[in-house]
C-alpha cells in the first residue's frame, strides 16, 4: 500500500514506525536486507548511517545531560536523578534495587533463551549470532509444528468481536454495562458511543474513535475529556472518556484484524478510561487520570492488559471472523508459548532502557559516552550482539518528553500488575468477587489514596520487591 501511494512497485520500508520495523525484522528471511534495515533504524538521528551527520542528536543530547546534571547540582541534588524521583521514590538506591530485583528474576529465562537463539544461528550455518538476527530466530525458535502463525492467528481477533468481549468482561468484573448509542452528534461516522452505567444510574460515557484516517495522530491512546465532579451548584458531572485508535483495514470493506500487540495497546488504553469512568471521588483534583501520578497511571493501564494475554481471556474473546469458531486451548497454549518466547527480547530490551535511562541521569559526569551506559545497561539485564554503530539514545523520545529518569515506573506499574492479577489467577480471571475488590481498591478512590495503599487493601498485604 505504501509503495503503490509514492508510485512504486514492490514494497517501501520506511523508519517511521516501530511496530512496522520490528515485524519485518521478525518476518524477513533474507538476512542481508535485515541488517541493512537494522543500520538505518539503529543509525537514526546520529553521525552514522545512510543519513550520517545530517540529523545528529548526539551533541544536542550531551548538552541537555550536562544542563540537567548543572540544574540538579544548583537545587542541592547529587544527580538529576535524584532531583527526577523527589516526590515519586524513596531513594536512587531503591529504583536500583527495584530494577535488579526484576533483571534477577528474570535472569535465567533470558539465558536459556539466548543459548537457543545461538544454537539455532548455528543449525543455519550463520557465523555467530548477530543483532539484526534476533527478533527472527525468536519468532522462529518459538513457533511450533502445525501452530498458528502471527499473521494467521489475526483472523480470530477482529476489532469488533475484540472489543464485545471486552464489554463483557467489564460487566461481569465490574457490574457495569457499556450501552451502545445510536443517536448522538459526532466528529465522524466511524465513532461510536457508550453509555456507562450502573444499575441504570449512569456513571460516564466512553467514546471509541478505532480507525486510522487522516489526520489523526498515529496511534492508540485514551483521552480524558472530562472529570468526574460535583460543581458549586451540587449536581453531577459525569466523566467523559475517548479511546483514539490507529487501526486500519487490510482492504476497502474487510474487517479490521487485530495483531496482539494491537490487542494489548486497546486493552491498556481501556484500562486508563476504566480509570476515570469508575471513580466515585466528587472532586475533579482526584478524578482525573493525569492526576494519578506516573506509577498509578501506567498501573491501570498495565494491570488490564493482563487480560489480554490471560489463557482464559483469549478463549472467551477469540473468534473467526468468517465462521465464528473458537481457538482451542491447544491452540492458544500454542499462541501463548509463542508469545513467550518471542517476548522475552521485548522484556530484555524494556528493562535495558529502565535501567540505561535511570543510571545515564544518576551517573552523568563520571567520564562514559552516552553509548557505553547503553552498552552497559545491556549487559546487566542480559549479554546479547550489540553492534557498535547502534545509536539508540539518539531516537530515545522519552529524554525530551518530560519522563528523564522515570522510564523505570514502567517496571514498577508492570511488577504490581503481575502481583495483584496472581489473586485473579488463584480466584478466577473472572471472578466478580475479585473484580468488585479491584474496582473498590483501584477505581473507586481515584486519586485519593497512594498506590501502595490500595495495593494492601487488595492484596492484603504490601508490594513485594518495589
Not at 545512510?50 to 550531551?62: E, H, S
Request: proline share 4%; glycine share 6%.
Amino acid at each position: 500500500q505504501r509503495a503503490r501511494a509514492a508510485g512504486l512497485e514492490g514494497w517501501l520500508i520506511t523508519l517511521e514506525e516501530r511496530d512496522t520495523y520490528t515485524e519485518i525484522m521478525s518476518c524477513c528471511q533474507n538476512r542481508a536486507l535485515r541488517e541493512e534495515l537494522f543500520t538505518a533504524y539503529n543509525t537514526r538521528a546520529s553521525e552514522l548511517g545512510p543519513a550520517g551527520g545530517q540529523y545528529d542528536n548526539g551533541p544536542v543530547l550531551n548538552d541537555l545531560l550536562s544542563l540537567r546534571h548543572q540544574k540538579a547540582l544548583l537545587l542541592g541534588y547529587g544527580n538529576h536523578a535524584e532531583l527526577s524521583i523527589q516526590n515519586k521514590a524513596a531513594s536512587t538506591d531503591a529504583v536500583l534495587g527495584m530494577l535488579r530485583t526484576r533483571i534477577a528474576q528474570k535472569s535465567a529465562r533470558f539465558a536459556t533463551q539466548t543459548a537457543a537463539l545461538h544454537a539455532l544461528a548455528a543449525t543455519l550455518g550463520y557465523d555467530r549470532l548477530q543483532p539484526w538476527d534476533l527478533l527472527f530466530l525468536a519468532r522462529r525458535h518459538g513457533r511450533q509444528p502445525g501452530a498458528l502463525s502471527n499473521d494467521q492467528l489475526r483472523a480470530w481477533f477482529p476489532f469488533n468481536r475484540v472489543f464485545e468481549g471486552i464489554v463483557l468482561v467489564v460487566k461481569r468484573l465490574f457490574a457495569v454495562d457499556l450501552v451502545e448509542q445510536t443517536s448522538f452528534n459526532t466528529w465522524h461516522p466511524d465513532v461510536r458511543l457508550f453509555e456507562v452505567n450502573e444499575a441504570g444510574v449512569l456513571l460516564g460515557h466512553l467514546f471509541i474513535d478505532p480507525y486510522m484516517r487522516a489526520p489523526k495522530i498515529n496511534g492508540c491512546w485514551m483521552q480524558s475529556a472530562r472529570s468526574r465532579r460535583v460543581n458549586a451548584q451540587g449536581e453531577l458531572i459525569t466523566p467523559v472518556a475517548i479511546v483514539h485508535g490507529n487501526f486500519t483495514p487490510e482492504a476497502e470493506g474487510a474487517p479490521v484484524l487485530l495483531t496482539h500487540v494491537q490487542m494489548g495497546t486497546l486493552f491498556h488504553e481501556l484500562g486508563h478510561c476504566l480509570k476515570l469512568l469508575l471513580t466515585r471521588s466528587p472532586y475533579s483534583a482526584f478524578s482525573r487520570v493525569d492526576s494519578l501520578g506516573s506509577v498509578a497511571s501506567r498501573f491501570a493501564g498495565k494491570c488490564a492488559e493482563q487480560w489480554c494475554w490471560s489463557r482464559d481471556s483469549l478463549r472467551w474473546y477469540a473468534r473467526h471472523h468468517q465462521h465464528d469458531s473458537e481457538l482451542t486451548y491447544e491452540q492458544v497454549d500454542q499462541a501463548l508459548s509463542a508469545r513467550d518466547t518471542e517476548r522475552w527480547l521485548e522484556e530484555v530490551q524494556e528493562l535495558s532502557r529502565s535501567l540505561f535511562d535511570f543510571e545515564l541521569h544518576l551517573t552523568w559526569g563520571d567520564g562514559r559516552s552516552v553509548e557505553a551506559v547503553w552498552r552497559s545497561a545491556q549487559n546487566q539485564v542480559q549479554p546479547l550482539p550489540q553492534a557498535e554503530h547502534e545509536r539508540f539514545a539518539n531516537t530515545f523520545d522519552y529524554m525530551v518528553a518530560g519522563h528523564d529518569a522515570n522510564y523505570y515506573l514502567r517496571e514498577q506499574a508492570a511488577a504490581l500488575a503481575e502481583q495483584v492479577f496472581a489473586r485473579f489467577e488463584q480466584e478466577g480471571v473472572f471472578s466478580p468477587q475479585a473484580g468488585m475488590a479491584y474496582r473498590e481498591a483501584f477505581h473507586a478512590p481515584g486519586s485519593e489514596y497512594p498506590l501502595s495503599e490500595s495495593f494492601t487493601l487488595f492484596m492484603g498485604r504490601p508490594p513485594a520487591g518495589i
